[in-house]
């Protein structure tokens, strides 16, 4: 059986965890509807959580992935990320790789306003 599954870091196309996405078909680029934050976890990967209030849309990849890829792609992911459920602008309910918002909020710095990871990175250079 297989899943949809949003990204929005390494895992993107050109990033440096893509390869953890053999396995899978790409199908679009997409965002999140607008009740998410972003944050830069040590400038290493992003973390992303819901909140209720003052959320933004967070671009990223949508993937189908087969579950027997799964067990690799989260085998490649940094501690504390884990699969959940995530909203697209469009309405649908996806997979998203999120972080928990405790280890998050306070620790680390808040990309929200960049709307991405890609546009994070790229200011940064």
Request: charged share 25%; glycine share 12%; with cysteine.
């Amino acid at each position: 059986m297989a899943f949809d599954l949003f990204v929005n870091g390494g895992l993107m196309r050109g990033l440096s965890h893509h390869a953890n996405l053999n396995g899978t078909e790409f199908l679009e680029e997409c965002a999140t509807a607008p009740r998410y934050r972003l944050y830069s976890i040590a400038d290493k990967h992003p973390g992303m959580f819901e909140v209720e209030e003052g959320g933004v849309a967070v671009a990223g990849e949508l993937y189908r992935a087969p579950d027997a890829v799964w067990l690799n792609i989260e085998a490649g992911e940094p501690p504390d990320l884990y699969r959940g459920r995530v909203a697209l602008a469009d309405g649908r309910e996806v997979f998203g790789i999120l972080y928990p918002r405790e280890l998050a909020e306070h620790r680390h710095r808040d990309v929200s306003a960049f709307g991405g990871w890609r546009a994070y990175l790229a200011d940064r250079i």
